[in-house]
């Protein structure tokens, strides 16, 4: 009731009561439950997992189980460097060395293993058993090099990575009785009854990636790494190991990567330093995040998708032209959506519900 000098006391009248009381009835949109919230980033993943497996079924087109096979790769390898370049806000340049280092591992794994121990074990089982000692040895390599560079910050961590990744390409060059140096490692032919293998392996490979990018997301360890991305100094306050957080965060990138550079092995039939240590696969790896939504669960997935589509278009015509158009692409995110494509369908619906 109004009660304002100079104004006649009002009282609600019987229609108001009741326009309100059916406004309150009127059941409302209700947004998803928290808990099945939860499971709609595991259901996304398998039924990615589940079109990636299906499409050898049917198509009998070769080359697009390759750039299938190429995408899932990528997207594990864009995943793995956001859980320390994301997550944690650790941009690494040398990452290339992870790759290059799982790459080379399960090449000399799979040609010399037989003949220096006499096992004759067939391929796919050596491939299977090779795939966990690249990621392991790369995963080691991380520690030991994380441990001093990680006390950096910020761009002086990234200079350092740079150096890393020159120097462990400089070594594998001049490796020549590992690695073939100049010259590589010319696979054999055999290597391709391996592609179908490779291709359901680099399927399950991608969608156990980003079920555990979505877990470490939600977990404390996530919460933690999220903390040093924001602000190290507090983080640190507040009670978080940054170290050994950053550490943890960058050993598991590189276990990725260096997972992905094995079954990139078995699609080719030439390793050479120069190809798998190379400065632009560390750029590319950063690339892909960035363009998609860095920090993010699907970003990395998106970019990869992206990047691995352009590639496709613009190589079979300028082959060495991929690279600057996705720099180009990189330039208008940062300048207009620094959230990447997923920052950008986020921001639209707010921007069209207003």
């Known amino acids: 009731m109004s009660t304002r000098p100079g104004r006649v006391p009002t009282r609600p009248t019987a229609v108001g009561l009741t326009a309100a009381a059916a406004a309150a009835a009127r059941p409302r949109p209700r947004p998803l439950a928290a808990a099945q919230r939860r499971w709609l980033n595991p259901l996304a993943v398998l039924l990615l997992f589940a079109l990636t497996a299906a499409v050898p079924w049917l198509t009998t087109e070769p080359y697009l189980v390759l750039v299938l096979l190429t995408t899932a790769i990528y997207v594990a390898m864009s995943v793995g460097w956001n859980l320390v370049g994301g997550f944690a806000g650790q941009v690494s340049f040398g990452h290339a060395a992870f790759y290059g280092m799982g790459a080379y591992t ?13 096992l004759e074990l067939p391929a796919p089982v050596l491939m299977i058993l090779s795939l966990p000692l690249a990621g392991l040895l790369a995963a080691v390599f991380a520690v030991l090099i994380g441990i001093p560079t990680l006390r ?24 020549e009785p590992i690695t073939g140096g100049g010259f590589g490692l010319s696979l054999p032919i055999s290597f391709s009854e391996l592609r179908l293998l490779s291709y359901y392996v680099a399927a399950v490979w991608m969608a156990l990636v980003i079920l555990g990018a979505w877990w470490i997301e939600r977990s404390k360890f996530g919460l933690g790494l999220a903390a040093i991305r924001l602000d190290e100094d507090a983080a640190q306050t507040l009670g978080v190991d940054t170290t050994r957080y950053k550490v943890l965060a960058l050993a598991l990138s590189a276990f990725v990567v260096g997972v992905a550079g094995g079954i990139f092995t ?58 600057f158009i996705f720099g180009f692409l990189l330039i208008l995110v940062m300048l207009f959506e620094p959230g990447g494509i997923v920052g950008l369908a986020r921001r639209v619906p707010r921007r069209l519900g207003r």
């Open 266 to 323: 078995t699609t080719q039939f030439y390793l050479s330093p120069s190809s798998v240590f190379a400065f632009s696969v560390s750029i590319t790896m950063i690339l892909m995040p960035i363009v998609g939504g860095i920090g993010t669960l699907w970003g990395p997935v998106i970019g990869a998708l992206v990047y691995v589509l352009l590639r496709e278009q613009v190589i079979a015509s300028r082959p060495n032209d991929h690279l």
């Open 152 to 175: 950096l910050r910020g761009p002086f961590f990234s200079i350092a990575t740079i150096g890393v990744g020159e120097a462990v390409r400089l070594v594998a060059l001049y490796a």
């Open 106 to 118: 399960t090449a000399l794994l799979l040609l010399r293993l037989p003949g220096a121990t006499g």
